[in-house]
């Protein structure tokens, strides 16, 4: 994969492309807006450079996980789009200490030798955010390379945003994260063992901690997994949270996958969130809480028959 982890010592092939550039986190409509105007002026061919780790990760750590996509599957969807190489822009305190002139400098022209750069319209960048897109465009037409700004992009009269796709998932609205994204939101990890609980209900998960990814609302989802190495999405029903009948613990997303019993840990797996069922409930007894797992079950396999992927 064509992704590169600095820009500085690019090798030469790699260098002189128009370039989308922003964070990406999520590549909903706007995003695309941005990557559509490199491609353009780059006649076809283009390049996306982004930051990593995301300029919130570094001045806020203790905030809560908030990334849409892991930069793994943001790397693979920006190439998917098109783009001939991803350069993750390492956010440190050296880029943090940068002024917006000393950023286009450095890391545009001098790094990746810029031809051409597309930003949204509310791009901002150096040190205390003191650059915005028109002075990006001011530095460009000194330092010679084109600047396209691409203006506001509406889904359903708001603004196309990662912000909006966060809120969406923390409300227990898939639907609406999926109409912003363009597609199902798709949690991923690896596979962990767990306390095999779910085993011994009838009911065997495969547990997936989302670490850093951001954390949906807590309670029960009909999904779509995919089993790393295989092609096909299979129906399932999943909970997120920290079970509060059987104990309390980490959150964590355990998941049921209709006809499967195959062993997956220790693999990677996807989760796409269709549709949430209801909140997270501490229940009397594992009785009470089987039953409620059947009809769970029983739900998401309605919603799954009739899920539609939202349109644009």
Known sequence: MPVYADFRGLPERARGASIALGNFDGLHSGHRAVIEAARKAGQGRFSVATFEPPPRAYFRPNDPPFRIFRPERRNACILAEGAEAVFELPFNGEMAAMTDEVFV??????????????????FRFGRGRMGHAARLASLGRALGFGVSIVEEVLEHGSKASSTAIRQALMAGEPEVAAEILGDWWVADGIVEAGEKNGRKFGFPTANVPLNDLIHPRYGVYAVRARIDGESQWRDGVANFGRTPTTGLRDPLLETFIFDFDGDVYGKQLEVQLIAYLRPELKFDDTDAMIAQMHKDAALAKERLEVAQLPTN
């Open 105 to 122: 400098r450095s890391v545009l022209v001098d790094g990746l030798g810029v031809s051409h750069v597309s930003v949204g319209f509310d």
